[in-house]
């Protein structure tokens, strides 16, 4: 972005404005283009002839020129066309670059199925690590270990003699409140060493790979440069540190920060192909492709994950892409099918299949879960937004470490009485989808007479909950309370953490409550109006885990505002296309709830709290002012700061560049016309002017710098002049002071601009850059202009 500082500009002059290009073959003066010149003239050398390295790259922090990338991409595919014609080997080049997209997309999708993979496996075995370890493989989790003992009985399917609790191996038994203490202090222990361990790489290798990463993944979609967030080092301590930070008990989960993973693995491989490691727009396609491939390995949802890129991170989605994108998807889930971490042939943890129809009736429960799931969505960002901003103002935010482990600390003594804030939170959730069948010894599914009960499936009619049932739904408000409380504080600590988990939970807690609730009511009263037609006595009418699913889903939409890529995503989990309809219901009433009370999605607030310069794409831009409003220079400003066409020196250039901070600068015919010529960024022109000093003899302070077509002839005794036309804008956009700002802002949006010119009567009146508008619009808002903290 640029940023330009000025005042207005007085345009009192009659002076005639001459032309763009003096004609240098009149009045005495005669041109020579090139050689040694006639009347001694020092030969001139065009800069641009040949590419100068850095030329047309960006600075840490900038906004790239979308338009520019395009036409250099279409620039380059067309030379590439036309040299495929006169030989073999061209067009054999031509097509290798074809095809060599396709083959970025296999390489990301492998990547990332691949590291996905591993991350699953490691997570499940350091998670069962904190209760007990294997005596026959340390490496092997609790459900690896009892797969093959023939000691292992069926109902107590997790005890085997080869798993032994910490209690066990220090103490010899497992009973006992000592036994109890025992375990309880391992399972802390090893949870503040996860998390130590976690937030102490973060701290001393990478940065950048704390959080979720959607929302700087957005604005690094939108054309924004963070130079080192999709690295090598970031890559690998983040895929390090999300296994301890999930391993550690902490309420987070690992789907955002895989998007995250899987942009490093797009951003590192665009290294090995030309096209996209020199064409940032180009990288950006790939980097869309690559967070649908991290949704892809998180969910096991291909479709879902290209639909989320869409409609929720990716700024710039032409179709070539949106079918990359799939293809990527596809591969890196196959990947992780061949992997298979859970031992099921499934991609997650808590797929499920329903079998029992729902009723119309019950809509009205469902809609009640999106209601719930939009009112926890706004008070959950509010509320996080709030902590995260009192963690960047006050001394909290300079102890990170000490903050991670007082609420590991904290989430672990309180998780650990509590079986079902003890287990992970995807195991909890799958616990929470389950269709109570014949074969499930789980709490939730201990109903009176079960046993007794005879069906032709595995699924179990409606019967009166037993005393297990009732405990488990007491244990599941205590840590519903716990979950909507605690994931507060945790989103946004200096550790990898995903918010689809835990979101999701919170939700299929509530879900799985009011099931329940809805199951006995039907069962106690199935001769009421509203039951009597469709759940007869002994009947199959009322599927909890449905209610958890819905839930999940609606809780999610209110945090997320994802609508119909959330659909998809949780059809993919459940196989069922008949529940599309409660799934649709619940998450656009969430949508619809939470958007009445706060027009933010979580990720678009953290982008706001961050101050990045990012223009939100369903935003509206409702108010009635123009571009004179908003452009810069204002009338207490000083002069608008610009490179005239020809007779500036190199010195003047470099003082200008030295005593300003701008990002670029516009070429004027000359200061008293203000005839705009083009646009010159500061990086080219800084690389140019250093280029030319190392390999133009003769370059000094004194010598001229022209942006014309023509360079007119020097006196003999004058320094070799530098003709850096190559490297200005001839065609930068341009509005006139009228334009009304909602058109402006259109504008930005549609071909990502850095900056826009404004102009009266065809004369350079003022610049509008990105930062300008962001921080018209949050004054409009009545917030902070200032929250914008990048250029």
């Given at each position: 972005?640029?940023e330009i500082?000025?005042?207005?500009?007085?345009f009192s002059?009659?002076?005639?404005?001459?032309?763009?290009?003096r004609?240098?073959?009149?009045?005495?003066?005669?041109?020579?283009?090139?050689?040694?010149?006639q009347?001694?003239?020092?030969?001139?050398?065009?800069?641009?002839?040949?590419?100068?390295?850095?030329?047309?790259t960006y600075?840490?922090?900038n906004?790239i020129?979308?338009?520019r990338?395009?036409?250099k991409?279409?620039d380059?595919?067309r030379?590439?066309?036309s040299?495929?014609?006169?030989?073999?080997?061209?067009?054999?080049?031509s097509?290798?670059?074809?095809?060599?997209?396709?083959?970025l997309?296999?390489?990301?999708?492998?990547?990332?199925?691949?590291?996905?993979?591993?991350?699953d496996?490691?997570?499940?075995w350091?998670?069962?690590?904190?209760?007990?370890v294997?005596?026959?493989g340390f490496?092997f989790?609790?459900?690896?270990?009892c797969w093959?003992?023939?000691?292992?009985?069926?109902?107590e399917?997790d005890?085997?003699?080869?798993?032994?609790?910490w209690?066990?191996?220090?103490?010899?038994?497992?009973?006992?409140?000592?036994a109890?203490?025992?375990?309880?202090?391992?399972?802390?222990?090893w949870?503040?060493?996860?998390?130590?361990?976690?937030v102490?790489?973060?701290?001393?290798?990478?940065?950048?790979?704390?959080?979720?990463?959607?929302?700087?993944?957005?604005?690094?979609l939108?054309?924004?440069?963070?130079?080192?967030?999709?690295?090598?080092?970031?890559?690998?301590?983040?895929?390090?540190?999300?296994?301890?930070?999930?391993?550690?008990?902490l309420?987070?989960g690992?789907?955002?920060?895989l998007v995250?993973?899987?942009?490093?693995?797009?951003?590192?491989?665009?290294?090995?192909?030309?096209?996209?490691?020199?064409n940032?727009?180009?990288r950006?396609?790939?980097?869309?492709?690559?967070?649908?491939?991290?949704?892809?390995?998180?969910f096991?949802?291909p479709?879902?994950?290209?639909?989320?890129?869409?409609?929720?991170?990716?700024?710039?989605?032409?179709?070539?892409?949106?079918?990359?994108?799939?293809?990527?998807?596809?591969?890196?889930?196959?990947?992780?099918?061949?992997?298979?971490?859970?031992?099921?042939?499934?991609?997650v943890?808590?797929?499920?299949?329903f079998h029992?129809?729902?009723?119309l009736?019950e809509l009205?429960?469902?809609?009640?879960?999106g209601?719930?799931g939009?009112?926890?969505?706004?008070?959950f960002?509010r509320?996080?937004i709030?902590w995260c901003?009192?963690?960047?103002?006050?001394?909290?935010g300079h102890?990170?470490?000490?903050?991670v482990?007082?609420?590991?600390?904290?989430t672990a003594?309180?998780?650990?009485?509590?079986?079902?804030?003890?287990?992970?939170t995807?195991?909890?959730?799958?616990?929470?989808?389950?269709?109570c069948?014949l074969?499930?010894?789980?709490?939730?599914?201990?109903?009176?007479?079960?046993?007794?009960a005879?069906?032709?499936s595995?699924a179990?009619?409606?019967?009166?909950a037993?005393?297990?049932?009732?405990?488990?739904?007491?244990?599941?408000?205590?840590?519903l309370?716990?979950k909507?409380?605690?994931?507060?504080?945790?989103?946004?600590?200096k550790?990898p953490?995903?918010l689809?988990?835990?979101?999701?939970?919170v939700g299929?807690i509530?879900?799985r409550?009011?099931?329940?609730?809805?199951e006995?009511?039907?069962?106690?009263n199935?001769?009421?109006?509203?039951?009597?037609?469709?759940?007869?006595?002994?009947a199959?009418?009322?599927?909890?885990g449905?209610?958890?699913?819905?839930?999940?889903a609606a809780?999610?939409?209110?945090?997320?505002?994802?609508t119909?890529?959330?659909?998809?995503?949780m059809?993919?989990?459940?196989?069922?296309?008949e529940y599309?309809?409660p799934?649709?219901?619940a998450?656009m009433?969430?949508?619809w709830?939470?958007?009445?009370l706060?027009?933010e999605?979580?990720y678009?607030?953290h982008?706001?709290?961050?101050?990045?310069?990012?223009?939100e794409p369903?935003e509206?831009?409702s108010?009635?002012?123009?571009?004179?409003?908003?452009?810069?220079?204002?009338?207490?400003?000083?002069?608008?700061?610009?490179?005239?066409?020809?007779?500036?020196?190199?010195?003047?250039?470099?003082?200008?560049?030295?005593d300003?901070?701008?990002?670029g600068?516009?070429?004027?015919v000359?200061?008293?016309s203000?005839?705009?010529?083009?646009?010159?960024?500061?990086?080219?022109?800084?690389i140019?002017i250093?280029?030319?000093?190392?390999?133009?003899?003769?370059?000094?302070?004194t010598?001229?710098i022209?942006?014309?077509?023509?360079?007119?002839?020097?006196?003999?005794?004058?320094?070799p002049?530098?003709?850096?036309?190559?490297i200005?804008d001839?065609?930068?956009?341009?509005?006139?002071d009228?334009?009304?700002?909602?058109i402006?802002?259109?504008?930005?949006r549609?071909?990502?601009?850095?900056?826009?010119?404004?102009t009266?009567?065809?004369?350079?009146l003022?610049?509008?850059?990105?930062?300008?508008?962001l921080?018209?619009?949050?004054?409009?808002?009545?917030?902070?202009?200032?929250?914008?903290?990048?250029n």
């Open positions: 972005m640029v500082a000025g005042a207005t500009l007085d002059s009659t002076d005639d404005v001459p032309p763009l290009d004609d240098y073959n009149s009045g005495g003066y005669v041109y020579s283009g090139g050689g040694g010149g009347n001694g003239v020092p030969k001139l050398m065009d800069l641009l002839e040949e590419p100068v390295p850095g030329v047309g600075e840490d922090f906004t020129d979308w338009v990338e395009k036409s991409d279409r380059r595919h030379e590439i066309a040299q495929s014609k006169e030989s073999t080997w061209a067009l054999v080049k097509i290798s670059d074809a095809f060599s997209g396709w083959l997309m296999l390489l990301v999708g492998l990547m990332s199925g691949a590291l996905a993979g591993g991350i496996i490691s997570a499940h350091m998670t069962d690590l904190k209760e007990g294997c005596l026959r490496w989790n609790h459900e690896h270990c093959t003992s023939n000691e292992t009985t069926f109902q399917r005890k085997c003699p080869d798993w032994k609790s209690a066990e191996l220090m103490i010899g038994t497992n009973e006992g409140p000592f109890y203490i025992m375990n309880y202090l391992m399972y802390v222990c949870a503040l060493l996860f998390a130590f361990l976690a102490t790489l973060v701290r001393a290798f990478a940065p950048y790979a704390c959080g979720s990463g959607i929302p700087e993944i957005k604005t690094i939108s054309g924004f440069i963070i130079r080192g967030y999709l690295g090598k080092w970031t890559l690998i301590i983040k895929t390090i540190t999300l296994v301890l930070a999930v391993s550690s008990g309420s987070l690992k789907e955002g920060p995250h993973v899987a942009c490093c693995c797009g951003n590192i491989l665009c290294h090995l192909f030309t096209k996209y490691r020199k940032e727009a180009k950006r396609e790939v980097l869309s492709a690559a967070a649908a491939v991290g949704v892809s390995v998180a096991g949802a479709i879902g994950g290209v639909l989320f890129s869409l409609e929720e991170v990716s700024y710039y989605f032409p179709l070539k892409t949106l079918w990359r994108s799939f293809f990527a998807a596809l591969v890196a889930a196959f990947t992780l099918r061949s992997i298979n971490p859970f031992g099921n042939s499934r991609l943890l808590f797929y499920v299949e029992t129809p729902w009723h009736v009205v429960p469902f809609i009640l879960l209601i719930f939009g009112i926890w969505g706004a008070f960002i509320a996080n709030a901003r009192r963690r960047k103002t006050t001394r909290l102890y990170p470490v000490l903050e482990l007082m609420v590991t600390a904290v003594i309180l998780a650990f009485p509590n079986s079902y804030t003890r287990m992970s995807s195991e909890l959730i799958s616990e929470l989808f389950n269709d069948g074969l499930d010894s789980s709490q939730l599914c201990n109903y009176e007479n079960a046993t007794a005879k069906s032709s595995n179990l009619p409606d019967r009166p037993g005393h297990d049932v009732y405990t488990a739904m007491w244990q599941l408000a205590l840590a309370i716990f909507m409380l605690i994931t507060v504080v945790t989103f946004g600590m550790v953490s995903g689809f988990i835990p979101s999701m939970a299929a509530a879900g409550l009011l099931g329940v609730g809805m006995q009511l039907a069962y106690y199935h001769d009421w109006v509203i039951f009597r037609s469709w759940c007869s006595a002994g199959d009418c009322i599927t909890p449905l209610y958890a699913m819905v839930g999940a809780c999610l939409g209110g945090v997320t505002r994802m119909v890529s959330l659909v998809v995503i059809f993919e989990l459940t196989g069922g296309l599309i309809v799934l649709m219901a998450t009433t969430s949508k709830v939470a958007d009445a706060g027009r999605g979580i678009e607030a982008i706001r709290l961050n101050g990045y310069p990012f223009l369903k509206e831009f108010h009635k002012t123009l571009a004179m409003d908003v452009m810069r220079p204002r009338r207490s400003d000083p002069p608008l700061s610009v490179l005239t066409q020809d007779g500036m020196s190199v010195e003047e250039v470099e003082t200008l560049i030295a300003t901070s701008y990002s600068f516009p070429v004027v000359s200061h008293e203000q005839r705009l010529v083009g646009f010159v960024l500061r990086r080219d022109l800084v140019s250093e280029n030319a000093r190392q390999r133009q003899e003769g370059v000094v302070s010598s001229k022209f942006f014309t077509e023509y360079t007119p002839p020097q006196p003999p005794t004058s320094p002049p530098l003709k850096l036309r190559g200005m001839l065609s930068p956009f341009t509005v006139t009228h334009t009304a700002m909602d402006v802002v259109d504008i930005f549609k071909l990502g601009l850095r900056q826009c010119l404004v009266h009567n065809g004369r350079l003022g610049i509008i850059t990105k930062k300008d508008i921080k018209h619009m949050a004054q409009m808002a009545n917030r902070d202009p200032d929250s914008i903290l990048f």
